[in-house]
């Protein structure tokens, strides 16, 4: 079974930054595409970064630019930079597959952006 392990969230003042981590077992992360998912208060959740398995990296137009997502096969983690963060970053952010059934979602890491 699968279990992801995200952590790194915590409360920064607008324009700070974070590094989340996703740490994983049961899997090898590194034959799967791999997002960073996050969900703020009364919505739905959304993709904001994802990394394929030879690297190729895609993200949201919210965070491009300001997010950086990477992976370390060694380790069988996955990370997120957050640089410039805004209010509107505001969530409980999530790691998971990119494609196909989604293994079962980790508790997920607060990540609120406030002065």
């Known amino acids: 079974q699968v279990q992801l392990v995200e952590s790194g969230g915590g409360l920064v003042q607008p324009g700070g930054s974070l590094r989340l981590s996703c740490a994983a077992s049961g899997t090898i992360f590194r034959f799967y595409s791999v997002g960073w998912y996050r969900q703020a208060p009364g919505k739905q959740r959304e993709l904001v970064a994802r990394i394929a398995p030879g690297g190729i990296v895609n993200y949201a137009d919210s965070v491009k630019d300001r997010f950086t997502i990477s992976r370390d096969n060694a380790k069988n983690t996955v990370y997120l930079q957050m640089n410039s963060l805004k209010h509107e970053d505001t969530a409980v952010y999530y790691c998971?597959?990119?494609?196909?059934?989604?293994?079962?979602w980790g508790q997920g890491t607060q990540v609120t952006v406030s002065p």
């Open positions: 998971n597959k990119f494609a196909g059934d989604p293994w079962s």
